[in-house]
């Protein structure tokens, strides 16, 4: 079930309410998109895109990269909550993401981009839980749990494309002790732009964006 039916919950409805009073930078794009099914009574989801400013300089683009990153933040919520969840909000995150072939080559890599989700939800290292939470008015972090994998594509014969392309990808899901959820969907797209190799920008409202 998506947002926008009459019979959805007051606590769901305001998760998501929460999720499009967050402020993300400008070089990301937010956006609804259709949800996954039967993963729980209730669910909605966000894409995200990163869109890199325009360079005009041939020089200042790199050439093993296409720098191109994107992910998907799915809320899932159950009334009835789940053992393994602890609790009734569950947060479901995926990114994809170029990287240059020197990041590629590191063997610490998934390590690092581990700790980029980690400080941005403020989970202490080796930590499933954050302890203080992310704020005064954001939920605290449980059951954090995920995988990281980096990889490289090498293309051979007519296909378009650079000779070789590196990725990597983050999955991860985590419990929110509340539905104050805008530090959740900051703290993602953070990371994304950690994957982008953004450098540090301000930021823009996502309230012009209304639930669908």
């Known amino acids: ?22 402020s993300v930078r400008p070089e990301i794009e937010v956006g609804s998109i259709r949800p ?27 050439t093993d990269s296409a720098g191109s ?45 581990w700790s980029w989700l980690a400080e941005a939800l403020g989970v202490p290292e080796g930590a499933t839980e954050s302890l203080p939470p992310l704020g005064s008015d954001v939920s605290a972090v449980l059951a954090l749990g995920g995988t990281v994998t980096s990889t490289t594509s090498v293309r051979y014969g007519d296909i378009a494309g650079p000779p070789r392309a590196h990725q990597l990808e983050l999955r991860a899901s985590w419990t ?15 990371v994304l732009a950690s994957a982008a190799g953004l450098p540090p920008a301000g930021v823009a409202s996502l309230s012009r964006i209304g639930p669908q």
């Not at 996954?36 to 683009?61: C, F, M, N, W």
């Open 1 to 22: 079930m998506t947002t926008g039916a009459q019979s959805e919950p007051a606590d769901f409805t305001e998760a998501v309410q929460s999720l499009h009073t967050a």
């Open 36 to 62: 996954p099914q039967r993963l729980a009574p209730y669910s909605y989801a966000l894409g995200a895109e990163v869109t890199p400013p325009d360079i005009t300089d041939p020089a200042l683009v790199p």
């Open 69 to 113: 990153a994107f992910g998907r933040l799915v809320l899932l919520y159950d009334p009835a909550g789940h053992e393994a969840w602890n609790g009734t909000f569950r947060l479901v995150a995926f990114i994809q993401a170029e990287v240059e072939a020197d990041l590629a080559a590191d063997p610490l890599l998934p390590e690092v981009a």
């Open 176 to 190: 929110s002790s509340s539905a104050a959820l805008a530090g959740h969907l900051e703290a993602f797209c953070e």
